[in-house]
C-alpha cells in the first residue's frame, strides 16, 4: 500500500521544481493529484505522465483561481486531504532600489497565496473529517537574505500563518506545517531566474557540500502529508544540507 492511498492532494507551483516532484512522489505513494500552476505546458505534460491526476491553470494570488481550483477537485475526486503551498517566485534588489511593484507581486503570490490556500481548503478538509496542510517558507524564512526583502519578508510570514493556523484547525482535526528548504536544484535554486549566483561555489561551502534535490524536499512534504505526522502541527521542518547549523569555518 502506497503511504497516501486514498487521499486526495492539491499541490501549486507544480509544474516543474520541488512541486513537479512532489506530484510525482504523492502519485507513486498512492495519491489522486491535483497540480495547479500557470506554466500551463509544463503542469500538463506533469499530470498526463502520472496515474490519475489533472492538471489545472491556476494564479494562487486570485481568490477566484482558488475557488475553480478548489472545485475541480471536488468534482474530479468529491474530496480534499492535503494542500502543498509550493507556488513562490523570488525577486532579487536592494531595498534602496526596489519596485514597489515587484515587492506586491512577491506578496501576492508566496504570502498571500498561501493565506488564500488554506482558507479555500479548510471547508473541504473538515467535510473530510480532517486533512493536511503543507506549507513551503525556505530557509529564508528563519534568517535575513540581503537582496531579497520580499522574498524574506513572505517566507517569514508564512511561517506565522502556519502557526496561528495550526492553532486555529487543530480541533478540527486539520494539521498545518511548514518545510523550510535552503538551496534545491531547481531553476530558482540554481539562480536561473535571477542569474547571480555561482551555484557549485556556493554550496561546496556547506556542510553536505552540494546543492539538494528536488525529492530531497517532496520526501520530507510527503511524510508531512501521511498519517505518519499524526502528531505534528505548527511546525517548521528544515532541509538545507546543514546551511543554517552555522559558520563553517573549516581547519580552524
Not at 475553480?68 to 474530479?76: P, S
Not at 473529517?129 to 519578508?153: D, E, K, M
Request: charged residues 20%.
Amino acid at each position: 500500500m502506497g503511504r497516501l492511498d486514498g487521499k486526495v492532494a492539491l499541490i501549486t507551483g507544480a509544474a516543474r521544481g520541488q512541486g513537479e516532484a512532489a506530484a510525482r512522489l504523492f502519485a507513486a505513494e498512492g495519491a489522486k493529484v491535483v497540480l495547479g500552476d500557470v506554466l500551463d505546458a509544463d503542469g500538463r505534460r506533469v499530470a498526463e505522465a502520472l496515474p490519475g491526476a489533472i492538471y489545472v491553470d491556476h494564479d494562487v494570488s486570485r481568490e477566484d483561481s482558488w475557488e475553480r481550483f478548489v472545485a475541480a477537485a471536488r468534482e474530479r475526486f468529491g474530496r480534499i486531504d492535503v494542500l502543498v503551498n509550493n507556488a513562490g517566485i523570488l525577486r532579487v534588489a536592494p531595498i534602496a532600489s526596489m519596485a514597489l511593484e515587484d515587492y506586491r507581486r512577491v506578496i501576492d503570490i508566496n504570502q498571500v497565496g498561501c493565506f488564500l490556500g488554506m482558507r479555500a481548503v479548510i471547508p473541504s478538509m473538515v467535510e473530510a473529517g480532517g486533512g493536511s496542510i503543507v506549507n513551503i517558507s525556505s530557509t529564508c524564512g528563519l534568517v535575513g537574505t540581503a537582496g531579497l526583502a520580499a522574498y524574506v519578508a513572505s517566507k517569514f510570514a508564512i511561517r506565522g500563518m502556519t502557526k496561528a493556523a495550526a492553532l486555529e484547525l487543530g480541533r478540527l482535526g486539520i494539521r498545518v506545517n511548514a518545510v523550510c528548504p535552503g538551496g534545491i536544484d531547481t531553476p530558482m535554486g540554481r539562480g536561473d531566474d535571477f542569474g547571480n549566483v555561482d551555484t557549485p561555489d556556493f554550496y561546496s561551502t556547506l556542510p553536505l557540500a552540494r546543492i539538494g534535490r528536488p525529492i530531497e524536499t517532496a520526501q520530507l512534504v510527503l511524510f508531512l502529508a501521511s498519517d505518519e505526522a499524526s502528531y505534528c502541527t505548527g511546525a517548521e521542518f528544515v532541509v538545507d544540507g546543514g546551511l543554517l547549523a552555522g559558520p563553517n569555518f573549516e581547519g580552524s
